[in-house]
């Protein structure tokens, strides 16, 4: 089956402590992100990854780490978790030859307090 | 900074009704547009895609697009309860495609 997996699903950590949200696709594809979901500000990119080793920002990146040395993973690093960190966060893929479907995981909640 | 508006609803409809969503968008030089439903709690799914001007046409779903006027729509026939969550219209962010820009949603209620 055709996924986009992320763990944890939830996350209650404390400040400071440093985390991983690990992510993984299994359809070969180059694009890959992190949004994050808050009441009222909706989805915001946090960073993307256009191949492997190939890493950019996106609207919101503050605070977040990522990396990409495999094709299939795309792991989200908080170094240093702060209570404004508390979010929805998804990973989502997508081809990117010539196609902007993203495709989304299931989501972690994360609570920072 | 490119923007996607939405109103956020709640729209309110009889089960059986047409249920009737707007988009617009600031960019006029974006070329690909979606629609993507969310449960409360859940992810977004993708339900539409539309990347022409006109009408597209998915069972009882069907996107309109107009570029012109800068306003993309998703109407849903025959709406059930299960049609009930929030839809995000999302427009491509760049020519490569490395991300998408939602609006904030509008809360769809159909009640039976």
């Known amino acids: 089956e055709a996924q986009v997996t992320q763990n944890p699903r939830y996350l209650i950590t404390v400040t400071g402590k440093k985390l991983t949200v690990t992510c993984s696709q299994n359809m070969n594809h180059e694009y890959m992100s992190w949004y994050r979901q808050d009441p009222g500000l909706g989805l915001r990119q946090i960073y993307y990854s256009m191949n492997v080793e190939v890493t950019d920002k996106g609207d919101v990146p503050e605070g977040y780490k990522v990396s990409r040395k495999e094709k299939r993973n795309f792991p989200l690093i908080l170094e240093s978790p702060s209570p404004n960190q508390t979010s929805l966060y998804f990973c989502a893929s997508t081809t990117g030859t010539g196609s902007y479907e993203q495709y989304f995981g299931p989501g972690t909640r994360l609570t920072v307090t | 900074q490119k923007e996607v508006e939405q109103n956020s609803g709640p729209l309110s409809v009889p089960e059986g009704a047409i249920a009737s969503l707007n988009c617009t968008y600031s960019?006029?030089?974006?070329?690909?547009f979606f629609w993507y439903r969310q449960y409360s709690g859940k992810s977004p799914e993708l339900i539409m895609s539309i990347y022409s001007n006109g009408d597209k046409e998915d069972g009882r779903f069907t996107a309109q697009l107009n570029k012109a006027s800068q306003y993309v729509s998703l109407l849903i026939r025959d709406s059930q309860p299960s049609d009930s969550a929030t839809y995000l219209c999302?427009?491509?962010?760049?020519?490569?495609?490395?991300?998408?820009?939602f609006g904030k949603g509008t809360t769809l209620s159909v009640s039976s």
């Open positions: 960019d006029r030089g974006s070329q690909s």
């Open positions: 999302a427009v491509n962010k760049d020519q490569a495609g490395t991300a998408l820009i």
